[in-house]
């Protein structure tokens, strides 16, 4: 069985892929938490590895949080690309591995909406977290090529699976108060991922590495998965409000400032729709992922 080093293994992404991985590598975890197997802050430190491994999937990231002050958008480049350089140097003094399989994101892209956007798209993320994660990108780029590494880079889109960050949690958060509303229908698409089919997608990458976008390829709307959570909540449909009372809405969010559930920049957000192309990952790896709406469970 292949040893498989696993950065981040013990955050949402790891309990949604860890049962998958376990069946074909000897995982071990490193990270800042006390579940973590080698208790490491890759942001401060070249951690000391007890031995080389085959395979690392490198998951440790920061995400999800939008800083207000330059302290707290330093923390983003400290964890996802000075993490990443400190992760390779520990890798250097273990032994290298034979593939490494880094996490990224479709926000380097700087895309608020599109359809369809492809790998060819130019790399435009500016806000810290897409910019530390296109750095970590490049570091790993070179390294991997100097070194003799196969480098499979995943950007993935939203991530669903049990406890899910992000939007997605704060929707299952909604529906169960019974305060999440879908604006004009709930029509808006974005692309979204079973986060287990990471664990599908390593050993693929192991092999052919490459850079890859990955998401469902149904592309369901917000107002399909809004129904979903709700059959398994056994909670009401959710209401529908109208753009315009949604627009009126956001511009007393914006006076409010940041404490009010809505404003322009959220409405934006809500009410575009913003998918990515899976057809290289389908076409060059042979992967087929999960339906979102069939797999989908809270």
């Not at 479709?106 to 060819?120: H, K, N, P, Q, R």
């Not at 909604?174 to 029509?187: D, E, W």
């Not at 192991?206 to 909670?235: A, H, W």
Request: glycine fraction near 10%; charged fraction near 20%.
């Amino acid at each position: 069985m292949e040893k498989l080093l696993f950065t981040g293994g013990t955050g949402f992404l790891g309990k949604n892929v860890m049962p998958i991985l376990t069946q074909k590598y000897e995982v071990t975890t490193c990270g800042i938490t006390t579940d973590d197997m080698i208790k490491a802050n890759l942001a401060k430190e070249v951690p000391t590895l007890p031995e080389r491994y085959d395979v690392v999937l490198h998951a440790c990231g920061k995400a999800h949080v939008v800083p207000k002050t330059e302290a707290e958008k330093q923390v983003f480049y400290d964890v996802n690309y000075q993490g990443t350089v400190h992760l390779c140097s520990a890798l250097e003094k273990a032994g290298v591995p034979k593939a490494l399989v880094f996490i990224s994101t479709v926000a380097v892209y700087g895309c608020e909406y599109g359809d369809l956007i492809t790998e060819d798209h130019p790399l435009e993320g500016d806000s810290p977290y897409a910019e530390s994660k296109i750095m970590a990108e490049k570091h790993l780029t070179d390294w991997c090529a100097k070194n003799g590494v196969i480098l499979g880079i995943l950007r993935p889109s939203l991530l669903a699976g049990k406890n899910a960050p992000g939007n997605l949690g704060a929707m299952v958060n909604g529906i169960k108060k019974g305060f999440y509303m879908n604006i004009a229908g709930g029509k808006v698409v974005k692309s979204i991922l079973m986060a287990e089919d990471i664990a599908r997608l390593v050993p693929l990458l192991e092999e052919k590495g490459g850079v890859y976008n990955v998401c469902d390829t149904r592309q369901p709307s917000f107002g399909e998965i809004s129904m979903s959570v709700v059959k398994q909540l056994g909670k009401h449909k959710p209401i529908s409000i109208p753009y315009w009372m949604a627009w009126c809405m956001a511009k007393v969010g914006d006076l409010l400032g940041s404490k009010a559930p809505i404003n322009s920049y959220k409405l934006e957000k809500m009410t575009k729709s913003l998918t990515f192309s899976n057809e290289k990952a389908r076409k060059e790896l042979g992967w087929e992922p999960l339906d979102v709406l069939t797999n989908y469970k809270i």
